[in-house]
């Protein structure tokens, strides 16, 4: 059951990106930091946006949880040796 259910939900997902894409035609231009980008439709630089801050959160996230692990050791490091 399980396994249909995720098989339905990955076909919504396709379905509705599919939507996304092909309303979403129009060509743009984007310039950023004087960089100019070529004409392509405005869906791709939403998805590609998309899939960037779905990489960049959970990398910031991770980072975060390291940083505060490392900081949590070295303070009871830092007990013992007092």
């Known amino acids: 059951m399980k396994k249909k259910l995720a098989v339905l939900l ?6 509705v990106v599919l ?6 035609q129009q ?7 004087g960089v100019q980008t070529p004409r392509l439709p ?3 630089f939403i998805i590609l946006a998309l899939l960037i ?4 959160g959970p990398v910031l ?3 975060l ?3 505060r692990r490392r900081g949590r050791d070295l303070n009871q490091a830092h007990m013992r040796y007092q």
Do not use: Q, Y
């Open 10 to 15: 990955v076909f919504l997902v396709v379905l």
């Open 19 to 24: 939507g996304f894409t092909l309303e979403n």
């Open 27 to 33: 060509p743009v231009e984007l310039v950023f930091l």
């Open 42 to 44: 405005i869906s791709r």
């Open 53 to 56: 801050g779905m990489l960049v």
């Open 61 to 63: 996230r991770t980072l």
């Open 65 to 67: 949880l390291l940083h």
